[in-house]
């Protein structure tokens, strides 16, 4: 159950950094006239379309992260303990951290991203991005790490 | 979709006061309720494995949920404040504290997480 829930939320995670990427970067580095390299098509996606699915996906990823932070307390983090990874957990932590605090601003953010776009929202809608981006990076990483910390099979 | 103005000034101050709810939740230990996952117990407030009851000395207790509720229902209340404000009024705040706080919300979790790093 938990290994399931634990591919679930991965691949959630996935479609989430993939959407809040393009975002952030069709937002910060919006494409000009030529888009023939993939970076330019990259980034010439209409960003606000991607708003719903991002929170959408941010919940749902969360929630899941919830219910296998739950095994994580039990069955996980004690070994870990035991090995002394310290730093791992630590870096766990903040991942729970960013995550709720991210939490927290999904409705402004939705807000931001509503159309007609404001203008006076622009900046503000771009830090905003932004910070949600940093947030869902840097927890697929740390997840990441966590996920294989003590090898596959062990 | 469209949002009324009033749901605009409610989302945004209830972001900004969420992320200030998270981290005195965090710094004071203000969890609403702990959760003792290999028990399958939720007790309202913080309670330390220790101080809860003898027989759950050493059992594993976990506080984020209980310290993001914290701040949600907490959030809510500066939240619905903000949406009975005058629309002149809400014009004059700074947007950008919409993201300012919740980055310094972030660099002080880092700090009040450093104790793991130093061990």
């Not at chain 1, 910060?28 to 098509?41: D, I, K, N, T």
């Not at chain 1, 010439?44 to 919830?66: C, D, E, K, M, R």
């Not at chain 2, 709810?21 to 117990?41: E, I, M, N, Q, W």
């Not at chain 2, 500066?78 to 919300?105: D, H, K, N, S």
Request: aromatic share 16%; charged share 10%; proline share 5%.
């Amino acid at each position: 159950m938990a290994t399931t829930l634990v591919i679930i939320h991965g691949l959630v995670a996935v479609a989430l950094l993939g959407a809040i990427t393009h975002q952030t970067l069709a937002t910060w580095a919006p494409a000009g006239p030529r888009q023939g390299s993939f970076y330019g098509r990259f980034r010439s996606v209409p960003s606000a379309s991607f708003a719903n699915a991002i929170v959408l996906l941010y919940a749902v990823s969360t929630l899941l992260g919830a219910v296998v932070y739950l095994y994580f307390r039990v069955d996980i983090r004690p070994e870990l303990e035991r090995d002394g990874h310290w730093q791992a957990l630590g870096f766990f932590d903040l991942k729970e951290h960013f995550n709720s605090i991210g939490l927290g601003l999904l409705p402004a953010y939705w807000v931001c991203w509503q159309r007609p776009l404001a203008d006076e929202l622009g900046r503000t809608r771009a830090a905003l991005t932004a910070v949600i981006a940093f947030i869902v990076w840097s927890s697929y990483l740390i997840g990441h790490v966590m996920n294989n910390i003590m090898g596959f099979g062990s | 979709m469209t949002f009324s103005p009033s749901f605009r000034r409610f989302a945004f101050a209830y972001g900004t006061a969420f992320a200030v709810f998270y981290v005195v939740a965090l710094s004071r230990d203000l969890a609403l309720f702990t959760v003792f996952p290999s028990l399958g117990v939720v007790l309202l407030g913080t309670q330390h494995a220790q101080d809860a009851a003898p027989s759950m000395g050493g059992v594993p207790a976990m506080y984020w949920y209980g310290w993001t509720a914290t701040a949600a229902i907490g959030a809510l209340i500066p939240g619905f404040i903000a949406m009975f404000f005058p629309e002149q009024w809400t014009r004059r705040i700074w947007l950008g504290w919409l993201w300012v706080v919740p980055v310094f919300a972030m660099v002080a979790c880092v700090y009040l997480t450093m104790p793991w790093f130093r061990l």
